[in-house]
Structures are given as C-alpha cells and as structure tokens.
T-cell receptor, first 113, second 116 residues
C-alpha cells in the first residue's frame, strides 16, 4: 500500500512551457485535492475532485487544469508556466470529506525560470 | 469563510523542554480542527484531530491539543520535546457540515526547532 504518490519529485521549467504533475492513490479514496505551498503562506487549495469525472476549483485555480478519469489518478496540468507558479505542490486524498483524514503525497518541487 | 492564524512563525526550544504552538481560527459555522506535521522534504502527516467530544485530544509522538470554543483556539502542546520533533507544524480547519467537500483551510505554519 503506497498511499499517495507524486511524480516528478523536482522539475525546472522555462517560462511558457507546460507540464503535468502526476498524482495517484491506491486507497480507493473518492476525494482528491491539489495544494500549493509557498513559504510562510501555508497550503492553498488549487483544485479538488469528489469522484471520477467531477472536479471543481479551489482558492487559487488560475493557470492550472485538472482531470479525473479514474478513481486512482488526479493529474494537474500547468499551461504556460510563469515564475509565480514556482512552488511545492502536494496532492492529497480522503475517503470522503467531513471527519475523514486527508493523506498527503511527498510533494513536487517546481521551479519556473 | 474560514481563516486560521498561527501566532508564531518560528519557535526555538531546547531539548526536553515543554512547547506550545498556538493556533486561532475564525469561522461562522462548526468546524473540525487538525494539526499536521511536515518533516524536511516530506509531505504532511496528521498529528491529531478534533471532531467532537472531549476538548483535549491526544495524538502521535506525545503531542496533544486542546479545543477552546470560546477563544476559538486549538493550541498544540508537548511536555518534553526531542530533537526529532524539529519540523514545520500546520493547523487546519474544515467546515463540519454543508458541502465543503472536505476542503481544509491551513494556517501559515510554525517552524519548531529543537536545540540540544
């Protein structure tokens, strides 16, 4: 049981490039989330999904897109990377909302130059 | 809307000393409260959570937190810290009802540094 896995661990992008951050969970969780973490700012929710085919925006969705075609996978797409997207990205999952614990992946560190 | 304020961005402490990391929240509805820990270059791990019932919650690694509804606080404590407790700690809140879809609102984080 690997929990929540994320790839890559680290990536450098040039301004204007695109990339997809991968996230997978093997706990059969319905809910999945993408957060970004900036120093001194805590974590901010980018997008979330309550099941396959259902996604919605969080606090800071601009510049990102998501899809959820399976229960296990929740990729995050960056189009036209900008320096403001330099951050650490965390994927998380939970069985449901409410009382359930969110389990986090190890993170992807992204640098946009 | 909800918000979480962690009152100290950094807390230095000596090994075996007690520590308190402070967290205040603001919400117009009932909430669930969480503390997560992030060790260097790792993801977040749940320390403890308050859902209902006893206001004193015990978590992993000897940590505990007390929910104070009148003061809207959820401070984290440990009576004797170890070097291995050096990490960043995040307080988070979630709407206890409605259609929040489990979204967490995080505080800014407190870096705990334990010195020998």
């Amino acid at each position: 049981n690997a929990g929540v896995t994320q790839t890559p661990k680290f990536r450098i992008l040039k301004i204007g490039q695109s990339m997809t951050l991968q996230c997978a969970q093997d706990m059969n969780h319905n809910y999945m989330y993408w957060y970004r973490q900036d120093p001194g700012m805590g974590l901010k929710l980018i997008y979330y999904s309550v099941g396959a085919g259902i996604t919605d925006k969080g606090e800071v969705p601009n510049g990102y897109n998501v899809s959820r075609s399976t229960t296990e996978d929740f990729p995050l797409r960056l189009e036209l990377a900008a320096p403001s997207q330099t951050s650490v990205y965390f994927c998380a999952s939970s069985q449901r909302g409410g009382r359930e614990t969110q389990y986090f992946g190890p993170g992807t560190r992204l640098l946009v130059l | 809307a909800q918000s979480v304020t962690q009152l100290d961005s950094q807390v230095p402490v000596f090994e075996e000393a007690p520590v308190e990391l402070r967290c205040n929240y603001s919400s117009s509805v009932s909430v669930y409260l969480f503390w997560y820990v992030q060790y260097p270059n790792q993801g977040l791990q749940l320390l403890l959570k308050y859902l209902s019932g006893s206001t004193l919650v015990k978590g992993i690694n000897g940590f505990e937190a007390e929910f104070n509804k009148s003061q809207t606080s959820f401070h984290l404590r440990k009576p004797s810290v170890h070097i291995s407790d050096t990490a960043e700690y995040f307080c988070a809140v979630r709407n206890a009802g409605g259609t929040s879809y489990g979204k967490l609102t995080f505080g800014q984080g407190t870096i705990l540094t334990v010195h020998p």
